[in-house]
């Protein structure tokens, strides 16, 4: 029987790739990250990580390290009507960050570079999985290699969740979003989201100079393939009075764009095999979730199979033996896919979205109850059970009677 190259290897680099290669390795196993780019890495993100994901930020000792100038803390959300009507609130589990995708990537690869039991190979591009063997083989430009258990990190556009045969086509509706930095400092210290028709702006602070704008939009199908900084000027003017709070703030970096976005998979494993992160299913960033659910897959995949190789009970890990996985999965993302399902139709209707956010108004525990069944720390019927049902069918036959 063969040694397998490594006993895991990670073919992504993101926050998930490299939260999964830092928890693996501190349990003593042989872990490699494969990385297509060179680090840090950038890309279009909303850079705001929710309370629980700092919370597991905290568990890989990463949090303490990161330059306080260089993040920002997040209080809660506002949100604000076409009509300017606004509510905000405070999340109930404390506070959530927001930090350049650079920053975050260079301080997970800084912590990464200092594990023994963990490689990391970047400029790596991996061309093909080959499962027909004793063990998994990943075939890269530069060498091939084997592991009992691969697992894909490789975001939106998964190459290895192609390879795999486990991603399945997603429905018509297409969202993307577009990204860039400004300097200036903060006005906030909670996450302002602005609604038009099919179109949302989300102002994140980065830190004590720098603040992000994302915008997502799924009705200008037309303005796709404009080029990135006229799309953002673009719908920087759907908005007069952001237009005109940056009007003399400084563009830093890149106009990134990303999308379509709802990746969806058959499941998140197979033999030798297992998905983190965006490339494990992803359906939208309205609710701001992307990051730290990266961060818990990857917490997940790790607690559900560290032990199988400390006791060195397998030579390969077949899907059974990742059921636990997929279960865990499963069950703390269903919050995250319930809320964003009802988030995305309540966009549909402005009428419904001005309702929600008077009636939010008038009762901001709802909104901050709302916001925790989002990061799974609540259950949607734990407050209030039954006005909470007849909340949400008023609000369901309001969306229907203005169709």
């Not at 309370?51 to 949100?79: A, N, R």
């Not at 925790?372 to 049902?389: A, Q, W």
Request: net charge positive; hydrophobic share 35%.
């Amino acid at each position: 029987m063969t040694t397998p190259d490594f006993d895991v290897i990670i073919v992504g680099g993101g926050p998930a790739g490299l939260s999964a290669g830092i928890r693996f390795a501190k349990k003593n196993i042989r872990t490699l990250i494969l990385e297509k780019k060179s680090y840090p890495i950038d890309k279009a993100c909303g850079e705001g990580i929710m309370p629980t994901g700092v919370l597991l930020l905290q568990e890989l000792g990463l949090f303490k390290k990161i330059e306080k100038s260089k993040c920002y803390p997040i209080y809660g959300i506002s949100y604000v009507s076409p009509q300017n009507n606004r509510v905000k609130t405070n999340f109930n589990e404390g506070f959530g960050l927001g930090i350049r995708r650079t920053e975050l990537s260079k301080e997970l690869y800084t912590c990464a570079q200092k594990i023994n039991m963990l490689e990391i190979c970047e400029n790596t591009k991996v061309i093909d999985v080959n499962f027909h063997n004793q063990y998994p083989l990943v075939i890269t430009d530069k060498q091939t290699i084997s592991a009992p258990l691969i697992v894909g990190a490789d975001g939106l556009r998964s190459l290895t969740s192609r390879i795999s045969h486990l991603k399945i086509k997603s429905p018509s509706s297409k969202r993307f979003g577009i990204n860039q930095h400004f300097e200036i400092r903060p006005w906030s210290q909670h996450v302002e989201v602005y609604y038009r028709p099919g179109l949302e702006a989300y102002i994140t602070p980065c830190s004590n100079y720098e603040t992000g704008i994302t915008f997502l939009w799924d009705k200008f199908q037309d303005k796709i393939n404009t080029e990135n900084q006229q799309l953002f000027n673009f719908f920087l003017k759907q908005f007069p009075k952001l237009h005109e709070r940056l009007a003399h703030a400084k563009w830093i970096g890149p106009t990134q764009s990303i999308g379509p976005f709802n990746h969806r998979v058959s499941s998140p494993i197979r033999d030798g095999f297992a998905l983190i992160g965006d490339a494990a299913g992803y359906l939208d960033p309205i609710t701001g979730e992307g990051i730290s659910l990266g961060l818990l897959s990857a917490s997940l995949l790790v607690h559900t199979t560290a032990h199988l190789f400390k006791k060195k009970a397998v030579d390969l890990f077949t899907k059974q033996l990742l059921k636990p996985y997929e279960r865990f999965l499963k069950k703390s993302t269903r919050s995250y896919c319930l809320t964003t399902h009802f988030a995305l139709w309540i966009a549909k209707y402005p009428h419904l979205t001005e309702k929600i956010i008077y009636d939010f108004q008038k009762h901001p525990d709802y909104f901050a109850h709302f916001l925790s069944v989002n990061m799974g720390t609540k259950s949607l019927l734990s407050k209030k059970p039954f006005k909470s049902i007849e909340y949400a069918l008023r609000l369901i036959y309001c969306g229907l009677k203005g169709k």
